[in-house]
């Protein structure tokens, strides 16, 4: 596998200059791991908060919509600043981006523990999110920058397992929480606890992380496509809200659904603009250019469909074993554990055997989520009472194992022919791509959901799961499409 990602350019201030290409900097890995912490941190969020709602809902006095958008307000606004963050990372340097992240983060998780209302919290959730999305594009651009061929492979299994363990052990952690501070102080202290991991963050960020590109940078500052920032902003933001808005499976929503249609039609304005920005000349917000290279265009396809299903799975689970069988929220963090081991261990692996399977190694992983969603649909439909989660475990442990053999090894072949100089652009576009499946996702699965089992019975739990084992089977058939198109590509370029 080439990567043509790793030529340097000359004269751009790079710290990875062509006389250096065999002397990578000593400090990458451990930029790599104060990166994975901040990444986590800000993934974790996602889902950590869950297992607080009712605790946040007494305590703060929170209507069932405050609680909603506490949730989905996160993941609107992470999703919203995605692009323009990674492309702000590649104008202006990308350790100071993925500072200001984390001091917006940390300073946002302070207000959210000191929230005394529903509606201060949910602003400081919607703040905090702006914060994970200002650094997370800025990791995968910073992979990008510092490691090169097996390395790089290796350093993107690790974001893959970070990736995959920060969604599944989010339920835990918060439990584990809850547990020990009780109801009233717990859900203040799962915002409070992301505190000192920032604070460390900056620091050891300043220290390890190199500051790249920065003469790079000040000659494309005034070059930022203020309309395309405009026109994408306003088109994801119009398609994720009314997502958002039905992704707790409430029986009415404040925005139309005719919203969503115009959210597209603006990402369709964007396309065309961003066009014509480009053939004057200007340095557009996102390259389209990028859609051409090998494997890009066909990972951020598999990314952003596999992951409307791969979240909807722990937002079932989770759901049900506690409301259909009464399982705390430890315990119901507990039983979903398997998966995000199997994931962890997985991701660390896949990402080494990239440079030898490629896509295929996807492929694979894909058809073992889906083997064992299957299996676990089986046994939501067989096993009752207190055993499901024990009967659960083995299949969701096959899950997980795909799973790692999806998420890092797609990240790695869909980012490995970008240009460095459009890394942090590429990996905003391939993250809001996960956003919005997850939103998508997520509504479409807490729908069907909520109407099959009012209770959060069984019966609603396995006609859900197989909803999200169904979006996990186009995924699917999306890699496999791809697959074929590139042995027919290589048959043909060799006759």
Same mark, same amino acid.
């Given at each position: 596998?080439?990567?043509?990602?790793?030529?340097?350019?000359?004269?751009?201030?790079?710290?990875?200059?062509?006389?250096?290409?065999?002397?990578?900097?000593?400090?990458?890995?451990?930029?790599?791991?104060?990166?994975?912490?901040?990444?986590?941190?800000?993934?974790?969020?996602?889902?950590?908060?869950?297992?607080?709602?009712?605790?946040?809902?007494?305590?703060?006095?929170?209507?069932?919509?405050?609680?909603?958008?506490?949730?989905?307000?996160?993941? &609107?606004?992470?999703?919203? #600043?995605?692009?323009?963050?990674?492309?702000?990372?590649?104008?202006?340097?990308?350790?100071r981006m993925f500072v200001a992240g984390?001091?917006?983060?940390?300073?946002? /998780?302070?207000?959210?523990?000191?929230?005394?209302?529903? $509606?201060?919290?949910?602003?400081?959730? &919607?703040?905090?999110?702006?914060?994970?999305?200002?650094?997370?594009?800025?990791?995968? *651009?910073?992979?990008?920058?510092?490691?090169?061929?097996?390395?790089? %492979?290796?350093?993107?299994?690790?974001?893959?397992?970070?990736?995959?363990?920060?969604?599944?052990?989010?339920?835990?952690?918060?439990?584990?929480?809850?547990?020990?501070?009780?109801?009233?102080?717990?859900?203040?202290?799962?915002?409070?606890?992301?505190?000192?991991?920032?604070?460390? %963050?900056?620091?050891?960020?300043?220290?390890?992380?190199?500051?790249?590109?920065?003469h790079e940078g000040a000659r494309r500052?005034?070059?930022?496509?203020?309309?395309?920032?405009?026109?994408?902003? $306003?088109?994801? &933001?119009?398609?994720?809200?009314?997502?958002?808005?039905?992704?707790?499976?409430?029986?009415?929503?404040?925005?139309?659904?005719?919203?969503?249609?115009?959210?597209? $039609?603006?990402?369709?304005?964007?396309?065309?603009?961003?066009?014509?920005?480009?053939?004057?000349?200007?340095?557009?917000?996102?390259? &389209?250019?990028?859609?051409?290279?090998?494997?890009?265009? /066909?990972?951020?396809?598999?990314?952003?469909?596999?992951?409307?299903?791969?979240?909807?799975?722990?937002?079932?689970?989770?759901?049900?074993?506690?409301?259909?069988?009464?399982?705390?929220?430890?315990?119901?963090?507990? $039983?979903?554990?398997?998966?995000?081991?199997?994931? %962890?261990?997985?991701?660390?692996?896949?990402?080494?055997?990239?440079?030898?399977?490629?896509?295929?190694?996807?492929?694979?992983?894909?058809?073992?989520?889906?083997?064992?969603?299957?299996?676990?649909?089986?046994?939501?439909?067989?096993?009752?009472?207190?055993?499901?989660?024990?009967? @659960? @475990?083995?299949?969701?442990?096959?899950?997980?194992?795909?799973?790692?053999?999806?998420?890092?090894?797609?990240?790695?072949?869909?980012?490995?022919? #970008?240009?460095?100089?459009?890394?942090?652009?590429?990996? *905003?576009?391939?993250?809001?791509?996960?956003?919005?499946?997850?939103?998508?996702?997520?509504?479409?699965?807490?729908?069907?959901?909520?109407?099959?089992?009012?209770?959060?019975?069984?019966?609603?739990?396995?006609?859900?799961?197989?909803? %999200?084992?169904?979006?996990? #089977?186009?995924?699917?058939? @999306?890699?496999?499409?791809?697959?074929?198109?590139?042995?027919?590509?290589? *048959?043909?370029?060799?006759?």
């Amino acid at each position: 596998m080439t990567h043509p990602a790793t030529t340097s350019r000359p004269g751009t201030g790079d710290d990875h200059q062509p006389d250096q290409q065999d002397q990578p900097d000593p400090r990458r890995w451990k930029a790599l791991a104060v990166c994975l912490v901040a990444g986590f941190m800000t993934l974790l969020d996602v889902s950590i908060v869950n297992v607080a709602l009712p605790s946040i809902e007494q305590g703060l006095s929170a209507t069932s919509s405050d609680l909603q958008w506490v949730v989905s307000g996160y993941a &609107l606004t992470f999703g919203l #600043v995605l692009v323009p963050a990674g492309r702000l990372g590649d104008a202006t340097g990308r350790r100071r981006m993925f500072v200001a992240g984390v001091v917006v983060f940390g300073v946002a /998780s302070l207000l959210c523990g000191l929230a005394t209302s529903s $509606a201060l919290l949910v602003a400081a959730r &919607l703040l905090q999110g702006i914060g994970g999305g200002l650094l997370n594009p800025q990791v995968s *651009g910073l992979i990008q920058t510092l490691f090169r061929g097996s390395e790089r %492979a290796r350093a993107f299994g690790m974001l893959g397992a970070t990736i995959g363990i920060s969604t599944a052990v989010g339920p835990i952690a918060g439990g584990v929480i809850l547990s020990l501070l009780g109801a009233d102080a717990g859900w203040r202290w799962i915002f409070f606890v992301n505190l000192p991991v920032a604070v460390a %963050a900056v620091v050891l960020a300043l220290r390890w992380i190199p500051a790249a590109e920065a003469h790079e940078g000040a000659r494309r500052r005034q070059d930022l496509d203020p309309v395309g920032v405009v026109l994408l902003g $306003a088109g994801v &933001l119009a398609l994720l809200l009314p997502l958002v808005e039905s992704g707790r499976g409430s029986s009415s929503s404040s925005v139309p659904g005719w919203i969503a249609a115009v959210g597209a $039609a603006l990402l369709a304005l964007f396309v065309l603009w961003e066009r014509r920005y480009t053939s004057r000349g200007h340095t557009p917000l996102v390259d &389209l250019r990028l859609f051409r290279l090998p494997g890009y265009a /066909s990972g951020a396809i598999v990314a952003t469909v596999y992951f409307s299903g791969f979240t909807g799975i722990f937002f079932v689970l989770t759901i049900y074993l506690q409301q259909g069988l009464g399982y705390s929220a430890l315990l119901a963090g507990l $039983a979903v554990t398997p998966f995000a081991a199997g994931s %962890a261990v997985m991701s660390a692996v896949g990402g080494r055997l990239v440079p030898r399977f490629g896509r295929s190694l996807v492929t694979c992983g894909l058809v073992l989520v889906v083997v064992g969603l299957v299996a676990t649909d089986v046994v939501l439909s067989t096993v009752e009472g207190s055993r499901t989660g024990w009967y @659960a @475990a083995l299949p969701l442990l096959l899950a997980g194992l795909g799973s790692g053999m999806v998420i890092s090894p797609n990240i790695t072949l869909t980012l490995a022919d #970008v240009p460095v100089e459009r890394a942090g652009t590429a990996g *905003g576009v391939l993250q809001t791509g996960q956003r919005i499946g997850t939103a998508a996702g997520i509504a479409l699965i807490g729908t069907v959901f909520f109407a099959a089992a009012k209770d959060g019975g069984a019966s609603g739990a396995a006609v859900s799961l197989r909803v %999200a084992t169904g979006l996990v #089977v186009l995924s699917l058939v @999306a890699s496999l499409a791809d697959v074929w198109l590139r042995r027919r590509a290589n *048959g043909e370029a060799a006759a």
